[in-house]
């Protein structure tokens, strides 16, 4: 079955980096989108990055576009984020989700997320 | 990149049916049939529950559907039952370079 654990999360800083990881199972790594979506205490959920199936293409939303890298391993079927210039808002709590199977633009698969304070 | 619009609260008694809406423009809900409804309880990871718009993914109950009309999509929970209380969230398809964006969320009591 598929199984999605986060990782990496901590208190940082504001200005410092953090990397957090994604290991996967249960599928085959190489043949799906996989998603960081991060959510705030007590507020809504957030759209963060995408890496395409094949790794070619990377998209980021505007709040951290510039900052924050989304890569993976596939020897490892590792999935990353790094996160630099942390700020107060990127608090939240990060999950990294997998598409659906025959539907490339839902997340059918979920973590249960790993938590990330930024503050001083 | 705006987040798509939801009620804050929905409700209905067991049985009853409750819909939320989600609306966005025509760049992202109404652009595209990529629209995706998610239901999270407490402390709980999102779950999937409706895709490309209307489809139901194996093992979601036939209460809950999904339709589009222009720029708002609509999740419809029929026969509420006390489980089905939760937070859903939509989310669509932005283009753009293959982004995203969900909606802003919507509690729903069971009363």
């Known amino acids: 079955q598929v199984q999605l654990v986060e990782s990496g999360g901590g208190v940082v800083q504001p200005g410092r980096s953090l990397r957090l990881s994604c290991a996967a199972s249960?599928?085959?790594?190489?043949?799906?989108?996989l998603h960081w979506v991060r959510q705030a205490p007590g507020q809504g959920l957030e759209w963060v990055a995408i890496?395409?199936?094949?790794?070619?293409?990377?998209s980021y939303a505007d709040s951290v576009k510039g900052r924050f890298t989304i890569s993976r391993d596939t020897s490892q079927n590792t999935l990353f984020l790094q996160m630099n210039s942390l700020r107060a808002e990127d608090t939240a709590l990060y999950y990294c989700?997998?598409?659906?199977?025959?539907?490339?633009?839902?997340?059918?698969?979920w973590g249960q997320g790993t938590l990330v304070i930024v503050s001083s | 990149q705006s987040a798509l619009t939801q009620p804050p609260s929905a409700s209905g008694s067991p049985g009853q049916s409750v819909t939320i809406s989600c609306t966005g423009t025509?760049?992202?809900?109404?652009?595209?049939?990529?629209v995706s409804w998610y239901q999270q309880h407490p402390g709980k990871a999102p779950k999937l529950m409706i895709y490309?718009?209307?489809k139901r993914p194996s093992g979601v109950p036939d209460r809950f559907s999904g339709s589009k009309s222009g720029n708002t999509a609509s999740l419809t929970v029929s026969g509420l039952q006390a489980e089905d209380e939760g937070d859903y969230y939509c989310?669509?398809?932005?283009?753009?370079?293959?982004?995203?964006?969900f909606g802003t969320g919507t509690k729903v009591t069971v009363l």
């Open positions: 989700a997998r598409q659906h199977t025959s539907d490339w633009s839902s997340l059918a698969h």
């Open positions: 249960g599928f085959t790594f190489g043949n799906y989108a």
């Open positions: 890496l395409s199936y094949d790794g070619s293409h990377k």
């Open positions: 025509s760049s992202d809900v109404g652009g595209y049939n990529y």
């Open positions: 490309e718009v209307s």
């Open positions: 989310n669509s398809y932005a283009g753009s370079n293959n982004r995203y964006v």
